[in-house]
């Protein structure tokens, strides 16, 4: 009987953690991860907006790079609320279905930049491999069906996770490791077997960030074949140069991502200020990095930010 009157009770909420042993100096840590939102969202935003406005940016590369700052934004956007409310109201508390429905966009928003980073990498395979091609077949249907594509696919892949969560019992601890809900966290909360999760989560990740990050390291070998097949010097290292934001945005994504998963796996030993850290680092890392990246290898988007700032002198004084 008493099984049974748990089976399928769940806690109103889950408590979140902030960073273990630095509870007290949360007020002081609230202004830098303020910034780093702010940096992020103004970042990511300004991407957006030059890409629009400047119709020289209009060719795939940039497309791509638009919809890696969509990216960005979502998961800026999906952790903001939690994050904040822990560090500057102290507010530790998330609904049952509101952490359900983070959890789900995390892990899209997640999905959506992996294939994103794909797309990219083909785009310079064809650039690289038959520049004088590039505009035909990289043509702007090709790249919207690509969106599109990428779109769909976060959104089925991670579809079923929240209702596999939503059916599996909690009766016990409803305190999370992170400040945000990750799949994997509030699986091990549950008082049921998960097999089913873990085997669905595998398959999800093998299908999302395995294909992926295989797929780039195809793609990779293949540009250094094509380049190392240059006769001129100057055209490697140029070739190669037209490659060196998206390495960038691929160690950026992909080495937080690999860090927390190992943790997962084989660091149940180590100290949770470790966890909450990789953790914040694999959400927060890209958003912040990546536009820093992308401006300083972009003439256009640096001056739209001078821009930006020359504006806002101007107001400030007048």
Known sequence: MAGNNYSHFQHPYFVLTGIPGLEQEYYWMAFPLGAIYVIALFGNGVIISTIKSESSL????YYF???????????????LPSMLGIFWFNYKFIAFDACLVQMYFIHTFS???????VAMAIDRVV????PLRYSTILTNRVVCKTGMAILSRAVCVVFPVPFLIKRLPFYRSNIL?????????????????????????????????GSDSLSILLSYVFI????????SREGQWKALNTCVSHICAVLIFYVPLIGV??????????????HALMANAYLLVPP?????????????????????????KITAEG
């Open 177 to 209: 490791s992170h400040s945000f809900c990750l799949h994997q966290d509030v699986m091990r909360l549950a008082c049921a077997s998960t097999r089913v999760n873990s085997l669905y989560g595998l398959i999800a990740v093998v299908f999302t960030k």
């Open 224 to 231: 250094l074949r094509t380049v190392m097949a240059l006769a």
């Open 65 to 79: 790079l638009c919809m890696l700052a969509f990216a960005d934004m979502g998961l800026t956007l999906c952790t």
């Open 127 to 130: 650039a690289i491999w038959n």
């Open 111 to 117: 999905a959506i930049e992996s294939g994103v980073l």
């Open 288 to 312: 912040v990095l990546n536009p820093i990246v992308y401006t300083v290898k972009t003439k256009e988007i640096r001056k739209k930010i001078i821009q930006i700032f020359v504006q806002a």
């Open 58 to 61: 209009h060719i795939p590369m």
């Open 261 to 274: 998963s190992v943790i997962h796996r084989f660091g149940k030993h180590l100290s949770p200020l470790t």
